[in-house]
């Protein structure tokens, strides 16, 4: 749903700013105006845990045991 100009103005100056409004608090303060939250998604790969990543990374610590 596509907000108005004072929408926007509203959240984001009065709610947001003065008044610390969070998510949760406008889909409670305000249930007729249908706000939904967005999840928040991690999209950080997950590649440090890789196989290969692991030993790759072993190699190296052992080859710099002399070099603190």
């Known amino acids: 749903m ?5 929408d926007e103005h509203f ?3 009065i709610l947001r700013e003065e008044q610390r409004y ?4 406008f889909i409670r ?5 249908n706000f939904e939250c967005a999840k ?3 999209v950080r790969a997950r ?3 890789h ?3 692991i030993d790759v990374v072993a190699d ?3 080859s710099q045991e002399d070099r603190p």
Do not use: M
């Open 2 to 6: 596509p907000f108005t100009d004072e």
């Open 11 to 13: 959240i984001k100056n």
């Open 22 to 25: 969070s998510c949760s608090k």
């Open 29 to 33: 303060e305000f249930p007729n105006k």
């Open 40 to 42: 928040v998604r991690s």
């Open 47 to 49: 590649s440090a845990l």
């Open 51 to 53: 196989d290969d990543n």
């Open 60 to 62: 190296l610590v052992q």
